[in-house]
């Protein structure tokens, strides 16, 4: 069997065939192409259970030295590297002095490096990004999930995808809902970092009445213990859910999701909550993804009075929207994996 060197910034935990992250993002990427390739997954190891696991066939873990033992089957193999971090550029680099041919070599771009590093790390973070990609950009192919990440550079549309059958199954169309006399349910679902948004969304919250609950998902960083969780009235706040079953159901209680991140290319965030009916919300810095999303998305200004309006337009023409939303055609995990399947079985 052929093999593939998937590279990727995450850390797992393995116990026998068991491995544990905290994104399972990755291991859709590594079930795509693991029933055709044998995948050696270049990454980190750590000694505590992250929430997210799964049993994967077919794949051995190395670290980057050890690809300094796998010359031949380098040059012999295809190679991922799934988004550009400093731990990535470095594995890419190795990869190259190992001999891996341009022709089997991609860069799967999930967001825009420039601006991610540049609100984590200002200028500086910029740079290393610019010197990063320009290093290596001529010795790969580039695999991007957005037209605005990639500037001049030529690359394959490709779109990443979790969304199976159980999530498009049960779905409801609910009737409007009087604003003035239910609560209205807004759900975060992401990481607690700082590109997402989540400390204004949580500041906004602070300002609007009890009429507006917010629920978070996503237990990372800041609020590793739940006794750092911010105790407002009108916000709970709960950790990291790995079972797809639970997170429908998180869907289908509340009444719209938002989205408060600076920067996004594909969120898989969008996908499932377009997959149960339900509208998201977005900010401004974020609206061109209503070019890719034609039915759902509604933006507005990063402040309570523009989130407040864009609440009371939606949930006065609920039921509509979301006869909308159920004409969007969904990209799910079945058309990401036949286009995976055409680029690296070739």
């Known amino acids: ?11 797992y935990y393995i116990k026998n065939k068991s491995f544990y992250n905290s994104n399972k993002n990755t291991y859709t990427i590594i079930n795509s192409v693991n029933t055709f390739l044998e995948v050696y997954l270049v990454a980190r190891k750590i000694f505590f ?55 089997n070599f991609y860069l799967f771009l999930r967001s825009d490096g420039f601006e991610e590093y540049r609100i984590k790390f200002g200028k500086l973070g910029v740079l290393t990004y610019w010197i990063m990609l320009n290093i ?20 394959r549309l490709i779109f990443p995808s979790e969304i199976d059958e159980k999530w498009l199954k049960k779905r409801k169309i609910s009737r409007n809902k009087k604003i003035n006399t239910s609560k209205t349910n807004l759900l975060y679902i992401g990481r607690f970092r700082k590109e997402k948004g989540y400390l204004s969304i949580i500041n906004i919250f602070k300002k ?3 009429r507006y609950q917010l629920t978070m ?36 209680k509340n009444d719209i999701l938002i989205l408060p991140s600076y920067i996004e290319a594909y969120p898989q965030v969008i996908l499932e909550s377009l997959a149960r009916l339900k509208p998201i919300i977005i900010f401004n810095e974020i609206k061109y993804l209503k070019k890719t999303f034609k039915y759902g998305l509604f933006n507005c200004d990063r402040n309570k009075k523009s989130l407040e309006l864009t609440i009371i337009k939606i949930m006065n023409n609920y039921q509509n929207i979301q ?12 058309n990401f994996f036949l286009n995976m399947k055409k680029i690296f079985k070739s």
């Open 208 to 210: 609007l009445s009890n």
């Open 217 to 252: 998902i996503g237990n990372d960083q800041k609020y590793l213990k739940e006794n750092n969780y911010p105790q407002y009235p009108n916000i709970k706040i709960f950790g990291q859910i790995s079972k797809d079953n639970e997170l429908i159901n998180y869907y289908d």
């Open 1 to 11: 069997m052929k093999k593939i060197f998937i590279v990727s910034n995450d850390k």
């Open 49 to 103: 259970k992250p929430k997210f696991n799964t049993k994967l066939n077919n794949v051995f873990f190395i670290k980057i030295r050890d690809l300094f033992n796998k010359g031949d089957k380098i040059k012999n193999s295809k190679a991922l590297i799934v988004s550009l971090t400093p731990f990535n550029f470095f594995a890419s680099l190795t990869l190259i002095l190992m001999g891996i041919k341009k022709k």
């Open 323 to 334: 006869k909308k939303i159920a004409k969007e055609k969904i990209f799910t995990q079945k």
């Open 136 to 155: 290596i950009k001529n010795k790969l192919n580039i695999l991007s999930c957005s037209r605005s990440l990639t500037g001049n550079f030529k690359f």
